[in-house]
Every structure is written in structure tokens, then in C-alpha cells.
């Protein structure tokens, strides 16, 4: 079970690092990358996952001496979810410009440095 | 309990490898959209509500708005190729 | 450098760290295991400041610091956004003329769920510390309830209502909120980004000290961030042609 739950987290890495590698248009890849990163998720909840533990969160339903799963993991997810879909939009933004002065997405066309 | 980590984990694998495998940048838009819900599902049976809220907001919704809208605003202004190959 | 040559060399990579990543994964707490230190250590803190979600707690009395980091990288993506997105030389700005067209099934959703979307929003910012929530999430949120009315057909609509550079000035706001809360840290608790406000009972309204402060703040700077960002993407799209051209 460990190696599958931690299995899943490095799969989505190397699925979206291979999607970067053969991608044929820039927001594909801008995409991949997203992907790459909602694998990272993955991995620190699983880190911090317990079986049987509620959620960090205590009420009148869930006191406070009862056991809950790892909070800091979650901190660290939650604001890097939020902030990385302004770096997406930035990386986005580049790809419109790259669209506008270079008249094509495709990386392999790209790749020649003008004079 | 442990079926549900272990099919959510299974949904949030396949629907990653789906993302990365649509050619069609439009179709990835989709995709991405049933990504961020089955991260969504594997957050909240991982105990995690703030992240699953996190989550939906951003991964169903803002991030494949963003990209459809870059997508469009490519499809309006032709690539030199399409230009070329009109004149 | 072709196709193949970049796949065989990301495939030896690839399984090079493969096999690395294998090695390590055994060296890692087994999944769902009992031993978590930091869960110990952050519920004993979060809880001695009476805030019921330790997670925001973790967020914005513990690790403030870290999350100062991360709204001053979003405040500078949208600034990165609003500079490569601005219209150019050979372009001009031009409203569009005629309504949008949406099912009147859509319309009817979008105009329903806006006030209920917006609501919500605001709920979660505002009982950050004490239900699943806080600032990040209810600041997207209340940037997507604001947004479904370009969903429901009208980005007249949309346009009145959220002028960019007000927005722009809102998100400054919240962000320059974070850091007074900060130096009010030091004037009245000796420490930046500490928690100087008197602590209430767990689990009601005003509990948590200086947190929900912390999450109105961030609130605020992600709503109005979230909304310039789409605002740009959108004018990209509606509003920005060519010198000459028709839109």
C-alpha cells in the first residue's frame, strides 16, 4: 500500500515531465506541468495521511484529543494550489505573447535564435 | 475505507495519464477540468477538506477558463503557416 | 536536437530516477502509519491559541511567514501577467457591441448562483479559523462568483462591474494588510506576524486571536488578484484588436 500511494504521486510527475518532453504546442506542455505539480500534492498528503484520523479541523463532533491526520502537510498544499495557478497564468500570458511576435506555438519551430 | 484510497488514488492516476495523452489542446482543457475533481475527491478521503476547497476552485474552475481563453485568443490571430498558406 | 534523441534521453533519465525513487519510497514512513511528529507539535501550538482549524492556524500564526512568501509571489504573477498582457503599439482596446449569446437555461443559473456563490465566498473567508476554509479558498471563490456573469452571457455586465484598476488597488490593499498585521506583531507582541490579539474560547466567532484578520486580508488579496488576472485573459480575448482590424 506504500508503495502504491507513493507510487501514484511519482507517476504523475514522470507523466507530466514526459508530457513536457514530446509536447508539439507550448499550452500543452504549459498544462503537463500542472499536472507535475498536482503530483508533488499528492505525495505530502500521503505523507501526512493516517489511517483512522479525522481531519485537523476540531468542533463539538470532533474533540480535541481525538486523533487527526498531519495539518502541516496540508498548510504547505493549499497556498502552493492558489499561487501556482497565477504562475500557470503567467506562463500562459508568455505563450500568447510567443504566439503574437513568433506566429506559431509549436517548441520544435522555436528553438532557432533570431539574429 | 481503504477501497475508497484505493480507487481514488486509481481515478487521480488515470485521469492524470488522460491529461498528458490528449494531443488536442482544447480536449486537455476537459480533462483538466476531471483532473482537478478526482484530486478533489482523493483530498477529502485523505482527510484534507481545506485542500479539496482549494482544489475545486482553482483546478475545475479558474485554471481551464485561463486556458480556453488562451486558447481562443490563439485561434483568432492564424499562425504565419495558416497565413502563408491562404495568400 | 530531434524527437528521438530528447526520448531517449528522458528515458534513461527517467528510469534512472525511477529506480532511485523506489529506493527512497522504503525509506519513507509507511502510508498511513501513527508516527507524525509535526501533527504533535502544530495541534499542541494551534490549539494553545485556541484556533479550532489548525490548519489556517498552521497558516497564519505558525508559519505566517511562509505564507507572506506566497502572497508576495501571487502579487507579482499578476503584476508579470498585467505587463506581457498589456495591449501593444499596433493594438487598441474596442468594447464589443452586441450581447453575448447564452441559453437562457445558463442565464438563468449564472444570474441565480452569482449572489449564492458570492455569499459562500465570504463565509469561508470570514470562518476561515474555525471551519475548512480561509482566505485562499473564499478569495477564489468570490472571483468566480464575479465571473458568472461573463458565464451567464454579458461581459458588459462583467465589465461594469469590476474596474480593473480598483481591483488592482484592492488586491495592494490586502497585501500591504499583511504586512501591518505583521509590524503590528512587533509593536504589541515583540515578534513579526505574531499573534497579538487576545485569545477567545475554541470554536466560536472570535477565537484565534489575530487569524481571521490574517484571512480577510489574504481574502481580499486573492478576490480582487484572481479577478485582474482573468480581466487581463479577457480583454486578450474580447476587447484587444489590431489597428485597421474589426473585431
Known amino acids: ?115 | 475505507m481503504t477501497v475508497l484510497v484505493v480507487l481514488a488514488f486509481a481515478l487521480v492516476a488515470a485521469a492524470g495519464t488522460a491529461v498528458v495523452l490528449s494531443r488536442d489542446a482544447q480536449r486537455q482543457a476537459i480533462t483538466l477540468s476531471a483532473l482537478g475533481l478526482t484530486l478533489t475527491v482523493l483530498f477529502l478521503v485523505l482527510q484534507a477538506p481545506d485542500v479539496a476547497l482549494s482544489q475545486l476552485a482553482i483546478g475545475a474552475a479558474v485554471v481551464p477558463l485561463m486556458v480556453m481563453l488562451t486558447l481562443r485568443e490563439i485561434r483568432q490571430h492564424p499562425s504565419r503557416k495558416d497565413r502563408s498558406a491562404r495568400s | 536536437m530531434n524527437q528521438r534523441v530528447r526520448l531517449t534521453l528522458f528515458g534513461s533519465g527517467a528510469v534512472v530516477m525511477g529506480v532511485f525513487f523506489v529506493i527512497s519510497v522504503h525509506s519513507l514512513p509507511s502510508f498511513g502509519g501513527l508516527q507524525h511528529l509535526y501533527r504533535d507539535l502544530a495541534v499542541r501550538a494551534a490549539l494553545s491559541h485556541t484556533t479550532a482549524n489548525i490548519v489556517s492556524s498552521v497558516n497564519f500564526d505558525l508559519r505566517a511567514a511562509d505564507t507572506l512568501g506566497e502572497e508576495t509571489v501571487l502579487l507579482a504573477s499578476v503584476i508579470g501577467v498585467m505587463a506581457l498582457l498589456r495591449p501593444a503599439l499596433e493594438e487598441r482596446e474596442l468594447l464589443p457591441r452586441e450581447r453575448g449569446h447564452a441559453m437562457d437555461a445558463t442565464r438563468l443559473m449564472g444570474y441565480v448562483m452569482m449572489p449564492v456563490t458570492l455569499a459562500v465566498g465570504v463565509d469561508i473567508v470570514l470562518h476561515g479559523h474555525i471551519t475548512p476554509g480561509g482566505g485562499f479558498q473564499g478569495g477564489v471563490m468570490i472571483a468566480i462568483a464575479l465571473h458568472l456573469l461573463y458565464v451567464a452571457g454579458s461581459f458588459r455586465a462583467l465589465d461594469r462591474l469590476r474596474p480593473v484598476n480598483v481591483f488592482g488597488m484592492g488586491e495592494l490593499a490586502g497585501a500591504a494588510a499583511f504586512a501591518m498585521l505583521g509590524i503590528c506583531g512587533i509593536t504589541f507582541a515583540g515578534a513579526f506576524l505574531a499573534n497579538f490579539i487576545r485569545q477567545g474560547q475554541l470554536g466560536v466567532l472570535f477565537s484565534g486571536g489575530a487569524v481571521p484578520l490574517f484571512n480577510i486580508a489574504v481574502g481580499v488579496e486573492v478576490a480582487c488578484g484572481m479577478t485582474v488576472l482573468l480581466a487581463q485573459f479577457l480583454a486578450q480575448e474580447i476587447t484587444i484588436v489590431k489597428r485597421g482590424e474589426r473585431p
Not at chain 1, 55 to 75: C, E, G, M, R, T
Request: hydrophobic share 50%.
Open chain 1, 1 to 115: 500500500m506504500t508503495m502504491y500511494a507513493y507510487g501514484v504521486a511519482g507517476w504523475l510527475v514522470l507523466i507530466g515531465a514526459y508530457g513536457i518532453v514530446v509536447s508539439r504546442n507550448l499550452v500543452h506542455a504549459v498544462i503537463c506541468l500542472s499536472v507535475c505539480q498536482s503530483g508533488s500534492y499528492v505525495m505530502l498528503l500521503a505523507v501526512g495521511f493516517q489511517r483512522g484520523a479525522s481531519a485537523p479541523i476540531f468542533d463539538s463532533s470532533n474533540p480535541p484529543l481525538a486523533p487527526v491526520v498531519d495539518p502541516v502537510v496540508q498548510a504547505m498544499s493549499l497556498t502552493d494550489i492558489v499561487v501556482s495557478a497565477t504562475v500557470t497564468a503567467l506562463l500562459l500570458a508568455l505563450v500568447i505573447q510567443i504566439h503574437k511576435r513568433h506566429g506559431t506555438v509549436d517548441p520544435d519551430e522555436l528553438s532557432a535564435l533570431r539574429g
